[in-house]
């Protein structure tokens, strides 16, 4: 089936114009959460009806977690992920407007508190996230102030816009500010990565997700054994690691429960084992660990989470 076959990018935005964003962004402004829940899920199930490519790729993902977790896949499980998909728009909606606060952060006992320390040395990390939960909750707490540190720092993610450009629009005019910090994933090349390098080192933080493979780097991929079958990981997230050569820290902020924004976050931050303080040589050895490290936490969190991974695409399919 060709709408399986495609890449997250050549996916065409869904939605229509800018007002349908706009629009809501007002349901979410002024109505009570719980009735922008139902209204969602009304409109949700019209969409979900007509929209047989989507069922069909996120079809490929739950047969998927179903092999992998020995279950059946759920009743309706495509319905629920592309609800889930929806309310994480309106949750997104609300961080940028500074709706979130750190108090309905959930910290898990992890490696958080190393992450804190460091930053308030003044030294900077390199986060990878992912496109499962909230991947933008840290930018837009920071934004507004909401932090665990003492020491005030940045966050700088490197974001691929390809299929989301009206979307992206409505955020950059709720804070212009956070937005302006963005670094394109397509433009990536030695200045920037010196530039990286230089905020981090400045104690900053610069994140991008590593489960999305940029539209300009089809070709270079790990492969990795992922929820029961072979799945290719982008190589870049994983190769810019390597170069920036800072502390490495995974990142998932999640909603406690799929279905309700209003509900708590479970923040996760878990510092990697795979460091590159090695020669060139052991270097695609160590990315190919820092991979594995990051595919095994996610299936982790996938499987307790399981409607709140958005890759709408199948992330399993060869390629050629």
């Known amino acids: ?13 869904v939605g229509g114009s800018l007002w349908h ?13 719980r009735i922008v829940e139902l209204c969602t899920a009304l ?22 977690l179903a092999k992998v977790r020995g279950s059946r896949k759920p009743f309706m499980g495509t319905y629920k992920h592309v609800l889930s998909f929806a309310l994480s728009m309106i949750e997104k909606l609300l961080g940028w407007r500074g709706a979130i606060k750190l108090q309905n952060i959930e910290t898990q006992g992890d490696d958080l508190d190393k992450l804190v320390e460091q930053l308030d040395r003044g030294e900077g990390a390199f986060l990878l996230c992912s496109h499962l939960g909230n991947m933008e909750m840290l930018r837009s707490l920071t934004g507004y102030g909401e932090i665990h540190t ?25 804070n212009p500010d956070l937005m302006n910090i963005v670094l394109d994933a397509n433009k990536i090349g030695v200045d920037s990565a010196v530039w990286m390098k230089e905020k981090i ?15 300009n780097s089809q070709g270079r991929n790990v492969e990795m054994d992922f929820m029961g079958d072979k799945a290719n990981f982008p190589e870049g997230a994983f190769t810019l690691a390597s170069i920036l050569n800072a502390p490495i820290y995974f990142v ?28 060139r040589k052991e270097r695609p050895e160590r990315i190919r660990l820092l991979v594995q490290e990051y ?22 399919k060869k390629q050629t």
Request: with cysteine; net charge neutral.
């Open 43 to 64: 409109v949700c199930f019209f969409f979900w009806l007509g929209a047989k490519p989507v069922r069909a790729r996120s079809n490929v993902y739950l047969e998927h």
């Open 201 to 215: 080192a400045a104690g900053n933080v610069v994140v991008i997700a590593g489960d999305r493979t940029s539209a």
């Open 295 to 316: 595919t095994q936490l996610l299936e982790k969190y996938c499987q307790v989470h399981p409607y709140q991974w958005y890759n709408f695409y199948n992330f399993w």
């Open 1 to 13: 089936m060709e709408s399986e076959k495609q890449q997250w990018f050549e996916v065409k935005e």
């Open 252 to 279: 998932f902020a999640i909603r406690k429960h799929d279905f309700d924004i209003r509900s708590s976050y479970e923040m996760h931050v878990v510092k990697a084992k795979t460091s590159f303080d090695c020669s």
């Open 150 to 174: 003492h020491k005030e720092f940045t966050v700088y993610p490197v974001v691929d816009f390809s299929g989301t450009s009206k979307f992206n629009a409505l955020l950059y005019e709720l």
């Open 21 to 33: 964003f706009r629009f809501m962004l007002w349901i979410t402004c002024h109505l009570p959460l």
